[in-house]
């Protein structure tokens, strides 16, 4: 089986000797090496890590193939302490959101979707934005880069987890979604990457200048929002519409310096 052919769902049923080979493969063709592969588990079944060092930076394989991206809001069902989250302070806040959960989750979260992905290699760390954003595609391709495509960024972030978060539907209590700490959104996960771990700081731009992912720069946190809403920008599918149009407006212009950009390799 070569590259092309290393689908999601055949990489997490491979054992971990082929998964292994099929990581080195991947190194080779980047021009970088195997730092190591491990496997860990996850909802749904366990998740092999391959973790790939190029031109001093890591990278982590996300196998593509047909998968499932977004969030099914119907389906969804609200923890208690996530409706009263939203009831007592969101919707008492006077900030304006629609009364029905449902109806505000669906306005910042992509809809389920079937999609067809290659498999690529991501960097396991984003980079802060060195140019105006206009400018990123051009300087990553000079270095055999691209920026990842929505799509691709959800299945990264979720590795086939349909949940809300890529841990699960919940969020930690007691634990706030910036700042140093313990906590679910602090650790690698399923692919080796690390994203979406603070509000402020883990914003990342796409190929679509319209989806942001990873981060909302901190908006509901200081608008005192609530705490389901405060977390809700670290949710695999929050694409944070109303983040992006910032950033492409002129009050956005002199904050780009605070968003991230990840790297990918294509292997095809």
Same mark, same amino acid.
């Given at each position: ?23 080195? @493969?991947? $190194?080779?063709? #980047? /021009?970088? %090496?195997? *730092? ?6 996850? !909802?749904? =079944? ?107 960024? @959800?299945? $990264?972030?979720? #590795? /086939?987890? %349909?949940? *809300? ?6 969020? !930690?209590? =007691? ?94």
């Amino acid at each position: 089986m070569s590259l092309a052919d290393l689908t999601f769902a055949r990489w997490s049923a491979l054992d971990a000797a082929t998964a292994t080979r099929h990581a080195d @493969e991947a $190194a080779r063709l #980047a /021009g970088g %090496r195997l *730092l190591g592969l491990d496997t860990c588990p996850y !909802p749904g =079944g366990d998740r092999h890590r391959a973790v790939i060092e190029r031109a001093g930076e890591r990278y982590a394989l996300v196998p593509g193939g047909e998968v499932t991206v977004g969030f099914d809001v119907d389906a969804w069902q609200p923890l208690p302490e996530q409706l009263a989250s939203y009831r007592e302070e969101s919707l008492a806040g006077g900030f304006g959101f629609d009364t029905d959960l449902r109806a505000h989750l669906a306005q910042v979260m992509t809809p389920p979707r079937t999609v067809t992905l290659p498999t690529v290699l991501m960097a396991v760390e984003p980079r802060k934005l060195p140019e105006v954003p206009a400018l990123i595609p051009a300087l990553l391709a000079g270095q055999g880069l691209r920026m990842p495509h929505p799509d691709e960024w @959800e299945h $990264a972030c979720g #590795a /086939g987890a %349909r949940t *809300l978060f890529r841990w699960g539907d919940g969020h !930690p209590a =007691g634990t706030l979604p910036y700042g140093p700490g313990a906590g679910p959104h602090q650790l690698p996960n399923a692919f080796g990457l690390h994203l979406a771990y603070d509000v402020y700081d883990s914003a990342e731009m796409t190929s679509d200048p319209g989806s942001v992912y990873g981060g909302d720069g901190g908006e509901a946190v200081c608008g005192g929002y609530g705490s389901l809403l405060e977390w809700l920008p670290l949710a695999t599918a929050n694409h944070n519409p109303a983040t992006a149009e910032f950033l492409g407006g002129p009050e956005g212009e002199d904050t780009f310096e605070d968003f991230l950009v990840r790297p990918v390799i294509e292997l095809g």
